[in-house]
């Protein structure tokens, strides 16, 4: 059973730093490609970010590009989001997801999502 | 980037009828990379339809999705209750994966 555990959610303060990771199991992790994906409260779902299975190739939205950072450890089966220079449109739930195969297919597993908040 | 506009924005039916929900792109891309998600309150949104047409593992017949070029169309031939919810569009052509805005379908 595919499982995807998002962890690091927290308060941060605008201009602050927050990491989070996503645990996966139930499925050989290296050969899939992988996203992060948010919600903001009461607000729709934005794509966030994505990254092929090997990590060697990474792809971003542009309210995040050269802010945020994301990367895989294949031998931890597990993903990150480094979110850098945090602002208050941030918050979101952060969603972990899986790629149905590489990185032009559907997301076909979500994690239940981490939620962080930017706010002094 | 390519921008999703879903529509409309909330739909009231009862259960037994049918739904149909549209999402049009800014720009024509392939009808392989479009893709419609389900989410209900308080839990992750779910893979219903991917490449315009193929339903997801365990989704119901009565869910089905078609369209091409900049069209695209969710139909729910008869809605039961576990169907009220919000549905998502999204193309996984180009980068970013945009999302469309969403449509609440809603029991009237």
């Known amino acids: 059973e595919v499982q995807l555990l998002e962890s690091g959610g927290d308060l941060v303060q605008p201009g602050g730093s927050l990491r989070l990771s996503c645990a996966a199991s139930?499925?050989?992790?290296?050969?899939?490609?992988m996203s992060w994906v948010r919600q903001a409260p009461g607000k729709g779902l934005e794509w966030v970010s994505g990254?092929?299975?090997?990590?060697?190739?990474?792809y971003y939205a542009d309210s995040v590009k050269g802010r945020f950072t994301i990367s895989r450890d294949n031998s931890k089966n597990t993903l990150y989001l480094q979110m850098n220079s945090l602002r208050a449109e941030d918050t979101a739930v952060y969603y972990c997801?899986?790629?149905?195969?590489?990185?032009?297919?559907?997301?076909?597993?979500w994690g239940q999502g981490t939620l962080v908040t930017v706010s002094s | 980037e390519i921008v999703l506009t879903q529509s409309p924005g909330t739909l009231s039916l009862s259960p037994g009828e049918r739904a149909t929900l549209s999402c049009r792109a800014s720009?024509?891309?392939?009808?392989?990379?479009l893709a419609w998600y389900q989410q209900k309150p308080g839990q992750a949104p779910r893979l219903l339809i991917y490449?315009?047409?193929s339903r997801a593992t365990g989704i119901p017949d009565r869910f089905s999705g078609s369209g091409s070029g900049t069209d695209f169309t969710l139909t729910i031939s008869r809605l039961e209750p576990e169907d009220f919810a919000v549905y998502y569009c999204?193309?996984?052509?180009?980068?970013?994966?945009?999302f469309g805005q969403g449509t609440k379908l809603e029991i009237k």
């Open positions: 720009q024509s891309f392939s009808s392989s990379y």
């Open positions: 999204q193309q996984y052509d180009t980068s970013p994966h945009t």
């Open positions: 490449g315009a047409s």
């Open positions: 139930g499925f050989t992790f290296s050969s899939f490609a």
């Open positions: 990254i092929t299975g090997s990590g060697g190739s990474t």
């Open positions: 997801a899986k790629f149905r195969h590489y990185i032009n297919t559907p997301l076909d597993y």
